[in-house]
Nanobody, 124 residues
Framework: QVQLVESGGGTVQAGGSLRLSCAASGRTLYYYTMAWFRQPPGKEREFVATISYSGDSTKYSDSVKGRFTISRDNAKNMASLQMSNLKPEDTAVYYC?????????????????WGQGTQVTVSS
């Protein structure tokens, strides 16, 4: 079993930056593809970014490409999401997810392990 805990959420003004972290325990993350999803108020959970177990492959949703950067540190069993130039439409609960595969995946149903989420609010 993999337990995931997100941190780093908060309230920021439009144009600002935040860095989310995802700490894992229970298993090494080395064999797991990691991802970030988000769920805006009143909407379904949606894909944000993913990174392969080795870190050599990433994929982003069109809405965050060029503004967000996903990374991982397998030695520390952590993944991160650096968010820049934040917009009010980025307001959501952000979730970290993991799946024991070697390739990137973008579907909510593709991931077996989830954190509890961290709130990000961007004010205009």
């Amino acid at each position: 079993q993999v337990q995931l805990v997100e941190s780093g959420g908060g309230t920021v003004q439009a144009g600002g930056s935040l860095r989310l972290s995802c700490a894992a325990s229970g298993r090494t993350l080395y064999y797991y593809t990691m991802a970030w999803f988000r769920q805006p108020p009143g909407k379904e959970r949606e894909f944000v970014a993913t990174i392969s177990y080795s870190g050599d492959s990433t994929k982003y949703s069109d809405s965050v490409k060029g503004r967000f950067t996903i990374s991982r540190d397998n030695a520390k069993n952590m993944a991160s999401l650096q968010m820049s130039n934040l917009k009010p439409e980025d307001t959501a609960v952000y979730y970290c997810a993991a799946d024991r595969v070697s390739y990137v995946r973008v579907g909510v149903n593709d991931y077996d392990y989830w954190g509890q989420g961290t709130q990000v609010t961007v004010s205009s």
